[in-house]
């Protein structure tokens, strides 16, 4: 069975840090573009990064801030989250694109507030 489960969301206060996982069942990620997505309350969802060997992209809103990491070996993408502003509070969605599927996760809540 395909599957994205990703995990690491919750309350973080302004300027801190936040690590969101995202573990594929059922498919190797090797061959695929991964991305991280979030959706603010009230707006449409947008890609925040992306990872395909051996380019990775940003939003301008969160270059310098977030990295993401591909780790082919555990199957799995890390989203590294530093200096966290309130307008990063979102839902965060693991999405996996690739010849044979696109697939997304459940996604995880991330609320940055003091």
């Known amino acids: 069975q395909v599957q994205l489960v990703e995990s690491g969301g919750g309350l973080v206060q302004p300027g801190g840090s936040a690590r969101l996982s995202c573990v594929a069942w059922g498919f190797n990620i090797s061959t695929y573009l991964m991305r991280w997505y979030r959706q603010a309350p009230g707006k449409e969802r947008e890609m925040v990064a992306s990872?395909?060997?051996?380019?990775?992209k940003y939003a301008d809103s969160v270059q310098g801030r977030f990295t993401i990491f591909k780790d082919n070996a555990k199957n799995t993408v890390t989203l590294q989250m530093n200096s966290l502003k309130p307008e990063d509070t979102a839902v965060f969605y693991c999405n996996a694109w690739g010849v044979d599927g696109h697939y997304w996760g459940q996604g995880t809540r991330v609320t940055v507030s003091s």
């Open positions: 990872s395909i060997e051996p380019v990775t």
